[in-house]
């Protein structure tokens, strides 16, 4: 009897308030690139690339995907330097974006690491 009162809530409470709300916020790292996609659903406000802590560069960053396509300027990028690129709508289901790290050294391009989250209703 217990049970199926339970159960009757959790149905009530599902109807009510419908499925759990999507997660849009991400944030991940690889090698020394960090991306955050600030944002709620399919909404993205933000897209973000930093380093990690002790991978400090001199170079730039690329972050593209879901339409995006921005390159930082070229600088010294410290571990609390972060470099933003402003959204501020809606980026289709499933929509993949990447942030890379590329360090400018001896006339050439080094790979600093690629971080991508996927954005997801």
């Given at each position: ?47 973000a690339a930093s380093t990690t802590w002790n991978g400090d560069f001199s170079g730039h960053f ?60």
């Amino acid at each position: 009897m217990i049970r199926a009162g339970i159960v009757a809530l959790a149905v009530a409470v599902l109807a009510a308030g419908g499925a759990p709300a999507a997660f849009g916020g991400a944030r991940g790292c690889n090698k020394r690139t960090c991306v955050e996609v600030d944002g709620s659903g399919l909404h993205v406000n933000y897209i973000a690339a930093s380093t990690t802590w002790n991978g400090d560069f001199s170079g730039h960053f690329h972050i593209w995907g879901g339409g995006i396509d921005q390159n930082s300027g070229t600088g010294f990028w410290g571990y609390h330097q972060v470099y933003k690129v402003g959204v501020g709508r809606d980026l289709p289901n499933r929509a993949v974006v990447c942030a890379e790290g590329w360090e400018h050294a001896g006339g050439r391009l080094n790979s600093m690491g690629r971080a991508c989250e996927e954005i997801k209703f």
